[in-house]
C-alpha cells in the first residue's frame, strides 16, 4: 500500500507492472466493519460528554498526510514516533511507515483524559487486537504548539520541518493549449427500418444490462436496498431502521464526449448524475467527481483537464441545490488520475460523478418498469442535432461525430426539478432518463426491467421543435426524461410541467403488447418485439466480456 496516490498518476509501462503491484491497497471488510462499529461507540462518548476531538481516516499519503493536514488546520504542530505505528514488518524503512496507504486506518486527536477510555473501546470493547492480526489504538505522539511536524523513527528524527511547508497549496501556471479537434458529423442516410439499429445500441456494451455484473453481489446485506441495481437509474438505501428517509446514488460518465469537448463531458456527467437520483424522486444533495486525463505537462492534455473542471463547475452552479436559488450543489470531495497514457497514446478525457439524494419519504420512490396499459408516456427535454459520441454513431457507423450533448442549464434545471416534483406529487408512477442510446433505448429498458409483458406506442413528431430525421430523434443523447404518467393524473402533470416552462410533449400509451412501436410523420420507424430486444439486451455485455 505504499505510493497508491502517486501510481495513479504515472505513465503506464507494461515492464514496470510487477513493480506497481505494491501500489495497491488491499482492503479487509471485516476489520473496516468493526472499525466503524467502535468509532461509533467513540462518538456516543464524546457526545455524551461533550468532549471535541479530531478525526481522519487515512488515505492518500497516509499517516504523514492525515496528520500534517490536522495539525495545521488547527495552526498547531506535531511530534510522533513512527516506532509506535502499526507494522507488518519490523524492517520498513521510515518513508513507507510514514507514507503507506494500509486500507482501515483512522486517526484521532483527544485530550489527555479521553485517551484511556479510547483505547479500552478500541482494544478491549472491541477487541481489535484479535480481530486482525497487528490491529490495534496507540497513542504515537502529541500536538505541539511550535508549528513543526517531527518524526522519529528508532531513536533518530527522520522529519522535521515546518508543518505549513507540509499541507499549503502552491501557485504554478501550467503551460495550456486547446487541442485540435477535426472530428466533424458523418454524412449518412439511415434507412426507414431503425428496428435492427436500435437492436444494436441495446446490445452495446455501454448500452446492455449490467445483470451480468451486479448478480454477482448480494443487495440485501444490511437489509435496507430499497431499490436495487438495474430497477432504476440510482440505487435507494433506508440506512436508519423505522425512519422513512432514503438516501439514493447513482455514478455517471461518457468518455465520448470528451473526444469531442472536455467542457461539455465536465457538464454533462454532472447533469446526467443528478438526473439518474432526481429520477427516482430524490432531489441532488452533494457531488464527488474522479477525474481521470492524460499527462498534464503536456499543453493539451492540461487544456482538456481546465476544460474539464470548468465544465463541472458550470453545471454545479447553474443546476442549484433544490430550494436554494444559485446555491450551488456542492462537490464535496473527489480526485484526480493524471498520466493515463501508454506508447499507444491517452485516454479520452474521463470525467466521473456520483451523485447522492435525498428523498423524504422512500415510499414515494419510483423505478423505471412500465406498470399499467393504457398510461400516457410524456417526454420532457426536447429531442437536438446531438448525436456526436453517441452509441447510434459508435455502434451503427464506426464514427465519433462531432455534436456532443450540451447541457442548457435552464432547461436541465427545470427538467430536473419537474420530474422531482412530479413524483413527490403520485402524477409519475415510473421515470427513466435519456442518455446513452438516446430515447430509443430509454423506452426499451423501460419494457424490458419489467416483466416483459408491457409495451410502447410511441408517436415522434412533437419530439423536437427542430426539424429532425427519425433516426436522430431516436438516438440523440440530449438529455431528458420519459414519464409514465397514468390517466387521471394527466391534466395536474402538465400543468406542472407549464409551470416550469417544458414544453408538453405526450408521445404515446404504454400497451398490453410486449412490442416497441414508433412512429415518425405517420410510417412506422420501430417495430422491436420484446422477446428478440431482452436477448440483445441481457446478451450484449456478456459477449463483450468473453
Not at 508543518?163 to 486547446?178: C, D
Not at 432547461?411 to 446513452?436: G, P, Q
Not at 400509451?509 to 420507424?525: A, L
Request: with cysteine; net charge negative.
Amino acid at each position: 500500500g505504499f505510493g497508491g496516490v502517486t501510481f495513479a498518476s504515472e505513465e503506464l509501462r507494461e515492464e514496470d507492472e510487477e513493480a506497481n503491484r505494491g501500489a495497491i491497497q488491499i482492503p479487509d471488510p471485516f476489520l473496516k466493519n468493526v472499525l466503524f462499529k467502535a468509532n461509533e461507540a467513540l462518538f456516543k462518548l464524546t457526545r455524551e460528554e461533550g468532549i471535541t476531538i479530531g478525526f481522519k481516516d487515512l488515505g492518500g499519503g497516509g499517516f504523514t498526510c492525515a496528520s500534517s493536514e490536522m495539525g495545521a488546520s488547527a495552526g498547531y504542530g506535531m511530534d510522533l514516533d513512527l516506532d509506535h505505528l502499526h507494522k507488518a514488518s519490523e524492517d520498513l524503512p521510515p518513508e513507507v511507515v510514514a507514507c503507506a496507504e494500509t486500507q482501515e486506518r483512522f486517526m484521532l486527536i483527544c485530550p489527555p483524559e479521553l485517551t484511556p477510555r479510547a483505547l479500552k473501546i478500541y482494544n478491549e470493547d472491541w477487541d481489535l487486537p484479535n480481530v486482525y492480526e497487528g490491529a490495534r489504538a496507540s497513542v504515537v505522539g502529541k500536538v505541539t504548539t511550535n508549528g513543526r511536524y517531527i518524526t522519529r523513527y528508532k531513536g533518530e528524527v527522520t522529519c522535521d520541518v515546518s508543518i505549513e511547508h507540509l499541507t499549503r497549496g502552491i501557485r504554478y501556471s501550467r503551460e495550456e493549449r486547446p487541442r485540435k479537434i477535426s472530428l466533424t458529423e458523418p454524412d449518412i442516410v439511415a434507412p426507414e427500418d431503425l428496428t435492427e439499429l436500435l437492436l444494436k445500441v441495446l446490445a452495446s456494451p455501454n448500452v446492455s444490462s449490467r445483470e451480468h455484473i451486479y448478480r454477482y453481489y448480494d443487495t440485501e446485506v444490511q437489509g435496507n436496498s430499497v431499490i436495487r441495481p438495474g430497477e432504476a437509474d440510482a440505487g435507494l438505501i433506508a440506512p436508519v431502521r423505522g425512519e422513512k428517509f432514503g438516501i439514493a446514488l447513482s455514478v455517471d460518465s461518457n468518455p465520448f464526449y470528451g473526444r469531442i469537448s472536455p467542457y461539455w463531458a465536465g457538464a454533462t456527467a454532472v447533469a446526467e448524475a443528478m438526473r439518474n437520483v432526481a429520477a427516482i424522486g430524490a432531489y441532488p444533495a452533494t457531488l464527488t467527481d474522479c477525474l481521470n486525463f492524460g499527462n498534464p505537462e503536456k499543453p493539451e492534455a492540461f487544456w482538456e483537464f481546465r476544460e474539464c473542471v470548468r465544465g463541472l463547475a458550470d453545471a454545479a452552479k447553474a443546476l442549484w441545490l433544490k430550494g436554494y436559488e444559485d446555491t450551488p450543489v456542492p462537490i464535496v470531495s473527489g480526485n484526480v488520475s493524471f498520466y493515463n497514457e501508454s506508447p499507444e497514446g491517452t485516454v479520452d478525457p474521463s470525467p466521473i460523478i456520483a451523485c447522492v439524494g435525498l428523498i423524504d419519504d422512500v415510499r414515494n420512490a419510483v423505478t423505471m418498469n412500465l406498470k399499467k396499459a393504457g398510461n400516457a408516456i410524456y417526454l420532457v427535454g426536447p429531442r437536438f442535432d446531438e448525436l456526436g459520441g453517441s452509441e447510434y454513431y459508435r455502434t451503427a457507423y464506426g464514427v465519433t461525430g462531432a455534436n456532443a450533448p450540451k447541457v442548457r442549464f435552464d432547461l436541465e434545471r427545470s427538467m430536473i426539478y419537474a420530474t422531482i416534483d412530479s413524483i413527490a406529487e403520485k402524477l409519475v408512477v415510473s421515470a427513466h432518463d435519456i442518455s446513452n442510446g438516446g430515447l430509443g433505448a430509454t423506452a426499451a429498458e423501460m419494457a424490458l426491467v419489467g416483466k416483459g409483458d408491457l409495451g410502447m406506442e410511441l408517436a415522434l413528431d412533437s419530439a423536437s421543435t427542430e426539424d429532425l430525421s427519425a433516426d436522430r430523434l431516436i438516438f440523440s443523447e440530449s438529455s431528458g426524461f420519459l414519464l409514465e404518467c397514468e390517466g387521471g393524473a394527466e391534466v395536474e402533470l402538465e400543468k406542472l410541467l407549464k409551470g416550469y416552462c417544458l414544453a408538453i410533449m405526450k408521445l404515446g400509451k404504454v400497451t398490453g403488447s410486449p412490442e416497441i412501436v414508433m412512429t415518425h410523420q405517420g410510417k412506422k420507424v420501430v417495430q422491436m418485439d420484446l422477446e428478440t430486444a431482452k436477448k440483445a439486451w441481457t446478451g450484449g455485455l456478456v459477449e463483450a466480456m468473453r
